[in-house]
């Protein structure tokens, strides 16, 4: 079975710094998607990146940005200029491609402090 | 509007009682999915469904069921509710394709069981 790690229960960070999540996965499939959801305390989730296994080149979408070494099954998420709007719990998602299903880490508290 | 909506978004019922939460989609995918978020748990897979005919246990699936009525609904059961599911319960869609295969959730339901 897939498992997602967050190791970072936790994390906080200065307003306009820059703070990096971790993500470690493991899987032996090859196709697969990896994603990075935001939670606020509105409760909804939302996607804030994702990454095809098969791209080598790691994906962005403005100030996220996400480093992805698939051969250590790390996929971080680096948050560039944090706003106070940043603050949020992080999910950290795996998606088996075939299968169809989607595993989530256990979330990371983001703290943004002005 | 919104694209996955919830039914209801709070509920306080008492143990022992049937409870239902209901999901529907706009979104035309085919693919909808009942998950538990517990505090530092991340989410839970209760039940996928690929379409109407395609029903799927998660890893939680106990004490829990489901129907498809349509492509676009999607309920979940709790046949006699205990205290251990209060929760928060998200339904969500997804597709697949290049570039797809995240999840699109609807706003989660907070069920409190007395």
């Known amino acids: 079975a897939q498992t997602v790690t967050q190791s970072q229960p936790e994390m906080s960070v200065q307003e306009a710094e820059t703070v990096t999540l971790s993500c470690t996965y493991d899987t032996s499939e090859s196709d697969y998607y990896l994603f990075w959801y935001k939670q606020p305390p509105s409760r909804q989730m939302i996607l804030v990146i994702r990454?095809?296994?098969?791209?080598?080149q790691n994906a962005t979408e403005n100030r996220f940005s996400v480093n992805f070494q698939k051969a250590a099954k790390s996929f971080s998420l680096k948050i560039s200029d944090s706003q106070l709007g940043d603050a949020a719990m992080y999910f950290c998602?795996?998606?088996?491609?075939?299968?169809?299903?989607?595993?989530f880490g256990d979330g990371t508290t983001l703290t943004v402090k002005p | 509007d919104a694209d996955v909506t919830q039914t209801p978004r709070n509920r306080i019922t008492k143990t022992g009682k049937r409870i239902m939460l209901e999901c529907s989609q706009t979104k035309g995918h085919d693919r909808m999915y009942w998950y538990r978020q517990d505090p530092g748990l991340g989410l839970r897979l209760i039940y996928y469904s690929f379409d109407v005919k395609d029903i799927n246990k998660g890893e939680i699936s106990d004490g829990y069921s489901v129907s498809r009525q349509a492509q676009a609904k999607f309920s979940l059961s709790l046949e006699s509710a205990i205290p251990n599911q209060t929760a928060l319960y998200f339904c969500?869609?997804?597709?697949?394709?290049?570039?797809?295969?995240?999840?699109?959730f609807g706003p989660g339901t907070r069920l409190t069981v007395l």
């Open positions: 969500a869609t997804s597709t697949v394709g290049p570039g797809y295969n995240e999840q699109f």
């Open positions: 998602a795996y998606t088996n491609t075939n299968a169809g299903k989607s595993t």
């Open positions: 990454q095809e296994a098969y791209k080598q």
